[in-house]
Structure formats: C-alpha cells, structure tokens
C-alpha cells in the first residue's frame, strides 16, 4: 500500500487558490512531498517544482460566438426556437418606455439647445405622452413643420403689422392734408369779406367831402 498524501494535496489546494483535482504531485518524489506537512514545506516543494497547478482545460466559446453573432443577425428566432409568449419574451410596457426615453431625451436636447422654446417643448411633451409621435424621425418632423409654421405666422403677422401701420400713416396724411384744405377754405371767404370791406369804405370818404 503506497503513502497517502491526501494533507500533502489539501494543503497545496490551499497554498496555489485552487481545487485538489488540480494539483499534481510528482510521483518520483513521493517520499519528499510525504515529509511536507505544512504550508511552509509546500511552498519549498512548489518552488522546487514537485508540486504543480495543473492549467485550465480550454473551454472554447468559438462556437457560442458564432450563435450569437447569428442571432444579433436575426437567425435562429422562428417559432420553433421561442418559449414563452410575445408579451413575456418582449413587454409593451419595456418598449413603450424605451420611446418615451427616446423622445423625451430629444425634447430636452433641442430645449437646451434653443432649437425650441418652453412652450413649444412642452405641447409636444404632452403629443408624445398621448402617443402620437411612434419614433424619433417623426417628431424630428413634426418639429421642423411647427418651426416653419411659426416662422411663417411671425412673418404674416410682421406684414400685417408694417402694412396697418402704413395705412395708419397715409390716414394721417390725408386727413392733415384735408385740415390744411379745410383751412385755406375757411381763409379764403375771410380775406374776400375783408377785401369787401374795404372796397365799401374806400369809396365812401369822397363822397362826404362832396356834400360838403
């Protein structure tokens, strides 16, 4: 019957970190490794290379990369290779807050940015809540169309605005010019009223040194 060396292996588990299945004793020095009964002596033994840590038997993931890389390409997904149901393998609530995140995280952005004002960020905080943008292109869209039709609003408005304020300045001319007119008409039977007068009390002096 040979020397055990059960201690001799659970003590060289302990030094090198690993199992007992890992560690190899040399068979041709046995009786060496049989005087080893502590930690100590099983470093020496290790060092002098009697005890070894066997290495790690490959555990190859090639072809577990392959079938991944395979299902990313959508291969291998069909109804055979399913369990569980649509809502389990995939939950509406998951997607619907994967495009909340989406969209809200757009709306903050363009904020931030000045691309859109608070108000406009907040009528469409309220859209997106109500489920009527179903991905980020079209609120990008729908964006650019509300900008437009404010920039097209602001212009309309800026034009009406000039032309009022033109119509209010030609009002004005008019009726300065017609209060000018007004006054020279007025003016006018003055001063012939006037000429009149005279006229009467020019000839009237004359007449008195004749009776006299």
């Known amino acids: ?21 890992k560690i190899w004793l040399d068979p041709n020095e046995v009786n060496e490794i049989s005087m080893a009964n502590s930690r100590q002596n099983i470093r020496k033994l290790v060092k002098d290379g009697f005890v070894i840590k066997k290495p790690e038997k490959v555990h190859s993931r090639f072809r577990a990369n392959a079938w991944a890389e395979a299902k990313r390409k959508g291969r291998h997904t069909g109804h055979g290779k399913r369990k569980g149901a649509k809502e389990a393998r995939m ?29 406009l960020y907040h009528q469409l905080y309220l859209k997106a809540k109500g489920n009527e943008f179903k991905n980020k292109r079209v609120l990008m869209e729908y964006i650019h169309k509300a900008k437009k039709e404010k920039a097209l609003e602001k212009t309309l408005a800026d034009q009406a605005e000039a032309r009022r304020h033109k119509n209010k300045m030609a009002r004005e001319r008019k009726a300065e010019a017609a209060a000018v007119k007004a006054g020279k008409a007025i003016d006018a039977p003055k001063a012939e009223e006037t000429e009149t007068e005279e006229a009467t009390e020019a000839p009237a002096a004359p007449r008195s040194k004749a009776k006299k």
């Open 1 to 21: 019957m040979g020397v055990s060396l059960l201690l001799q292996k659970r003590l060289a588990a302990s030094v090198l970190k690993c199992g007992k299945r």
């Open 91 to 119: 939950p509406v609530k998951v997607l619907w807050m994967r495009r909340m995140r989406v969209l809200r995280r757009l709306l903050k952005k363009y904020r931030e940015a000045k691309k859109i004002d608070k108000h």
